[in-house]
């Protein structure tokens, strides 16, 4: 494989820290102690060549963690995310939306931010949003509000949606019995 970077979501795994997979430094973040049973968690997987321009990291909950690298004269700051479900309580979704703006608003302008994981939101297509693009799917749900508003506020774009891509490579989650699909970003 030829991923430098990758965030994995609904992890499961407890506590917080780093350890070694194969080419991978795993960065994971979870609130659940080892008496508990596991669930959500959020972790990155950072290829070993990366390892020496990994400059800090933040475990901050079981959501969200912050990684920042600084590579070829750039620098970045990568934030993975697993949001709540769309039927997840609503004052859960708000204060996670909160949270993570609160985060990325504190983030220096002089820093490349990249925004990965999974937001449990179905974004819809629009042709002139400066948030959206024309190429994901159709259907929204009930966290595309809180996603888009989010993004709006920050002058952030939902990238998925900008380019257009095959089916095959298009929809993140197929239920095929029942012949259902959707993007969730």
């Not at 998925?160 to 012949?179: L, M, S």
């Amino acid at each position: 494989m030829k991923i430098d970077i990758c965030v994995l979501t609904e992890t499961k795994k407890k506590g917080k820290g780093t350890e070694t997979v194969g080419e991978y430094i795993h960065i994971f973040s979870s609130v659940v102690n080892k008496e508990t049973r596991a669930k959500r968690g959020v972790s990155l997987a950072i290829h070993k060549r990366l390892k020496t321009n990994i400059k800090s990291w933040d475990e901050i909950d079981e959501q969200i963690i912050k990684v920042e690298i600084h590579k070829n004269h750039r620098q970045m700051i990568i934030i993975g995310v697993y949001a709540p479900s769309d039927d997840a309580d609503p004052l859960t979704k708000d204060m996670f939306f909160n949270k993570l703006t609160h985060i990325i608003s504190d983030i220096k302008h002089d820093k490349e931010l990249f925004l990965l994981g999974d937001f449990n939101s179905r974004t819809g297509t629009e042709t002139n949003s400066p948030v959206v693009g024309q190429y994901g799917e159709r259907t929204i749900n009930n966290n595309d509000l809180r996603l888009r508003g989010m993004c709006e506020s920050l002058n952030l774009k939902i990238m998925n949606g900008f380019f257009p891509h095959r089916d095959i490579h298009k929809f993140t989650w197929t239920q095929p019995t029942r012949q259902l699909r959707s993007i969730i970003d």
